[in-house]
């Protein structure tokens, strides 16, 4: 029991499930992961491949079996016409507008993009992109109801 007395206790619930908001924040974030990945795998010369699980039905016997398959990751940066890495930073299928009629990052080349990538997941983490993000979510919605 002495063990238990130096640590802090408190009453706490967890929490049911998250608002849209915060999922929509940590979706975007987990992409945000998997580019860094991607560049930090481009960086090293190596291929990133994550993979992910896929119900797959058998044409002859009908029976579905569960298979693991790669995730297709596209990159968000591209290199411009002046030879500087662009980034832009997606929300599905949408580019969000970082600020008004700005929708990329300019890097100054590919060493950087890494920190850059960084620097923009824990500005969506903070929240700093919530906006766009309902913007952008806003408009996918608004595709389904037509």
């Known amino acids: 029991m002495s063990a238990l007395t130096a640590l802090k206790l408190v009453t706490a619930k967890r929490p049911q499930s998250a608002s849209p908001l915060v999922q929509r924040r ?5 992409q945000l992961w998997e580019q860094i990945e991607l560049a930090r795998a481009s960086a090293d010369g190596k291929t990133y491949a994550p993979t992910r699980l896929r119900t797959v039905k058998d044409k002859l016997t009908g ?20 030879g500087k890495v662009c980034l832009q930073v997606r929300y599905g299928t949408r580019v969000l507008e970082l600020a008004k009629g700005k929708n990329s990052i300019e890097i100054a080349n590919g060493a950087e993009l890494l920190s850059v990538l960084e620097i923009v997941k824990r500005s969506v983490e903070s929240g700093e992109l919530d906006a766009q993000i309902e913007t952008a979510s806003s408009a996918v919605r608004a595709r389904f109801l037509k």
Do not use: G, P
């Open 26 to 30: 940590n979706k975007l974030s987990n």
């Open 63 to 82: 029976a579905r079996t569960t298979v693991e398959a790669v995730k297709r990751v596209k990159q968000w940066w591209f290199v411009a016409d002046n």
